[in-house]
């Protein structure tokens, strides 16, 4: 049974980016409130013929039903404003939050909120066989210079252990 589960901007873009976007349907039911979705389709068709990566990806999969429209009925008004709501959506509906941004991330958790950082997920993808060693190692790479080091060393460590348990490392 899938995992019901808030997303904030932050996941998606580097989600997007490092192309771990997909295996989030393995997992997870991906709710969506409209400021997030006003985050990641930046581009305005009236002004600019370019979509971005991410937005394309969203709008696919918003298209075929894997993205699911919920709305909090109040907002947090701490950070932006897909953050802001991501954080409340999860908040009221008591579910998980995917979310990448440190300052969001400490705040959802010290509300109580379970979150799932890029690193957590590339890390869950390693523990359930999904990816193997050095794709999780590339991936946690590729987010060297976008994510806390922390939340990176932290998934590294992890893996390393599972690896070293496993007679995974090279």
């Not at 060297?144 to 690896?163: G, W």
Request: hydrophobic residues 40%.
């Amino acid at each position: 049974m899938l995992q019901n589960i808030s997303l904030d901007t932050s996941f998606w873009v580097l989600g997007t980016q490092i192309g771990i976007i997909p295996y989030l349907f393995l997992f997870f039911r991906v709710h969506y409130c409209q400021q997030v979705e006003q985050e990641i389709v930046t581009t305005n068709p009236n002004e600019s013929p370019l979509i971005f990566p991410q937005a394309i990806l969203f709008m696919v999969l918003q298209q075929d039903g894997r993205l699911h429209k919920s709305e909090p009925t109040q907002s947090i008004a701490m950070f932006g404003p897909g953050e802001s709501h991501a954080i409340a959506l999860a908040l009221e509906n008591k579910w998980a939050l995917l979310i990448n941004d440190v300052r969001p991330l400490v705040y959802a958790q010290s509300l109580g909120i379970p979150c799932v950082t890029v690193p957590d997920f590339c890390l869950l993808l390693y523990t359930q066989g999904k990816i193997t060693y050095p794709a999780i190692q590339g991936y946690l790479q590729r987010l060297v210079n976008t994510t806390s080091p922390r939340l990176i060393d932290q998934a590294k460590q992890a893996a390393n252990y599972i690896a070293n348990q496993r007679g995974d490392r090279l």
